[in-house]
């Protein structure tokens, strides 16, 4: 079974603080993944990765910057945390092309104060 | 125009009844198409890919219209357990998708009632 954890699952930070989020996957993926999930907009892609130290922009990256040190982690770092970044974040993996699935991790609820 | 757009729901349906989900994209290069499910307060999971030839998976079945670059999912007899969140998911639909690249509409929200 391809398991994707994500370090929390919720998240209370500061305006301001630096925010890491850790994601790691077990199935020796070349493919991940940083979404995000708001009401009402769905799914948006903040950056992915296709190989170790690779990293490719999203949808929306600003504001944002990732990580990609070992093939099975990617973190995704919130540089100085704003309120209109309290939302779930979503990482996922995949190998391959487009035609193989995506595999998520359980989220990471973060609240910004 | 969003690139995958979904009717947001919710549909609210009886158990036994058949439900169908539409789903368009804009982009006619598009070469995968998927539907996943999502749970309440839980991550998606690929529920069925869809080829042009349509597919079934026991109550579901997922149909492509390339032309009116139209994806459909069809669930009949539906179960209490079917409610959840439908994602339609595209492929980008260009020429070297490096990364595996999806495209996710808002998806339809199901609520199937006693």
């Known amino acids: 079974d391809v398991k994707v954890t994500q370090s929390s699952r919720y998240l209370v930070k500061r305006t301001g603080e630096k925010v890491f989020l850790e994601c790691v996957q077990d199935m020796d993926h070349e493919n991940m993944f940083w979404y995000r999930q708001d009401p009402g907009l769905g799914l948006r892609l903040i950056y992915f990765?296709?190989?170790?130290?690779?990293?490719e922009k999203g949808d929306i990256p600003e504001g944002y910057s990732v990580s990609r040190e070992k093939k099975e982690r990617f973190s995704l770092i919130l540089e100085s945390a704003s309120t209109n970044q309290t939302s779930m974040y979503l990482c996922?993996?995949?190998?391959?092309?487009?035609?193989?699935?995506?595999?998520f991790g359980p989220g990471t609820r973060l609240l910004v104060l | 125009r969003k690139e995958v757009e979904q009717d947001p729901g919710p549909f609210n349906v009886p158990e036994g009844a058949t439900v169908a989900f539409n789903c368009t994209y804009s982009n006619s290069a598009s070469q995968s198409f998927f539907w996943y499910r999502q749970d309440c307060r839980k991550e998606p999971k690929l529920l069925m890919s869809?080829?042009?030839s349509g597919n079934e998976d026991g109550r579901f079945t997922a149909q492509l219209n390339r032309a009116s670059q139209y994806i459909s999912l069809l669930i009949r007899d539906s179960k209490l357990s079917d409610s959840a969140t439908y994602l339609c998911v595209v492929s980008p639909g260009i020429r070297y998708n490096q990364g595996g690249k999806l495209i996710f509409g808002q998806g339809t929200e199901l609520s199937v009632k006693p």
């Open positions: 990765s296709y190989d170790v130290k690779m990293k």
């Open positions: 869809v080829y042009s």
């Open positions: 996922a993996s995949s190998t391959g092309t487009t035609r193989e699935t995506q595999y």
